[in-house]
């Protein structure tokens, strides 16, 4: 649980620590996030990209301007990849 208290109210530093831990407690795994590509990805973005500072860089896959696939790498090797869950349900 991460609650933004024990990060002195700094959403960023939360949401920060949030995803070191989930790319470190999850190696090589895929997360889906239900509609990533909207306006939610954008309010924890910054967080996720500021982890260049350990040395994590990123390979973004978008789709009509859109973030739908993140993979996040650690050198050249594939830490996480991240993406979009509702892409995967057929729209008629």
């Known amino acids: 649980m991460f609650d933004v208290t024990q990060y002195g109210n700094d959403t960023n530093a939360m949401l920060q620590e949030f995803w ?3 790319i470190q407690s999850n190696p090589k795994c895929t ?3 239900h509609n990533r590509a909207g306006y939610d990805a954008i ?3 910054e ?3 500021s982890l260049y500072e350990y040395g994590y860089t990123f390979n973004p896959i978008l789709q009509d301007g859109k973030l739908i696939s993140l993979t ?3 050198g050249t090797k594939i830490q996480s ?3 979009d869950s509702i892409k995967l349900i057929p729209v008629t």
Do not use: H
Request: aromatic content about 12%.
């Open 72 to 74: 996040v790498l650690l």
């Open 43 to 45: 309010l924890s973005l």
């Open 20 to 22: 070191l831990n989930l």
């Open 31 to 33: 997360v889906y996030f």
């Open 47 to 49: 967080a996720l990209l």
């Open 81 to 83: 990849t991240i993406k």
